[in-house]
């Protein structure tokens, strides 16, 4: 199975400031098409996951653009530009590339 | 807009049986595979199951295969989670999400969740 990591698993975060999350995989998610098959998810307080990123850096419909992903082999980072009050929550990040689908521990982010 | 609600869940015995259903509305069922993913009370997520869209293909957690059984009515545009041999360790939230579409198992709309207890 590919094993996800993350780091860090604890972030506390300025209102407008930036803020990073870095995910790494225990082995290439590159497809045969051309793309890392990587997904960024953020859970909410009380509430199910929701897309952020697929592909490693393309913003899911809807989601604002202070966010996005970056991929360096198999290091994966999502950045928030400037963060909100709503981007509280839990961030995971998984590989879609070979069943079983692999998510990372996640990353708590809070208001300091 | 895309809907998908669970159904089902509760308390069930070791060793008891559970089917979880999700109600999909608001797109193409039959086009889509369809995913069910659980999270432990408190802790991450886990990918439990896949199914394709023509009903067939079936993938499983190592963790759930042959307990387990995943299954979709097509005409009834709903999903099925049917679990037997239940375990203590199966207790958690179980969402159901749809297929993105693309080469992978990218999840972009999610249910709301609904929660198994399995205890005695």
């Known amino acids: 199975d590919i094993v996800m990591t993350q780091s860090p698993l604890s972030l506390p975060v300025t209102l407008g400031e930036p803020a990073s999350i870095s995910c790494r995989a225990s082995q290439s998610l590159l497809h045969s098409n051309g793309h890392n098959l990587l997904d960024w998810y953020l859970q909410r307080p009380g509430q199910s996951p929701q897309l952020l990123i697929y592909l490693g850096s393309n913003r899911a419909s809807g989601v604002p653009d202070r966010f996005s992903g970056s991929v360096s082999g198999t290091d994966f980072t999502l950045k928030i530009s400037r963060v909100e009050a709503e981007d509280v929550g839990v961030y995971y990040c998984m590989q879609a590339l070979q069943v079983p689908f692999t998510f990372g521990p996640g990353t708590k982010v809070d208001i300091k | 807009e895309v809907q998908l609600v669970e159904s089902g869940g509760g308390l069930g015995q070791p060793g008891g049986s559970l089917r979880l259903s999700c109600a999909a509305s608001?797109?193409?069922?039959?086009?889509?595979?369809m995913q069910w993913v659980r999270q432990d009370p408190g802790k991450g997520l886990v990918w439990v199951s896949r199914?394709?869209?023509?009903?067939?293909?079936?993938m499983y957690a190592d963790s759930v295969r042959g307990r387990f059984t995943i299954s979709r009515d097509n005409a009834r545009n709903t999903l099925y989670l049917q679990m037997n041999s239940l375990r203590v360790e199966d207790t958690a939230v179980y969402y159901c999400?749809?297929?993105?579409?693309?080469?992978?198992?990218?999840?972009?709309?999610w249910g709301q969740g609904i929660l198994v207890t399995v205890s005695s």
């Open positions: 199914i394709g869209s023509d009903e067939k293909t079936t």
């Open positions: 608001g797109f193409t069922f039959r086009s889509y595979w």
């Open positions: 999400g749809r297929d993105e579409g693309g080469a992978g198992g990218t999840i972009d709309y």
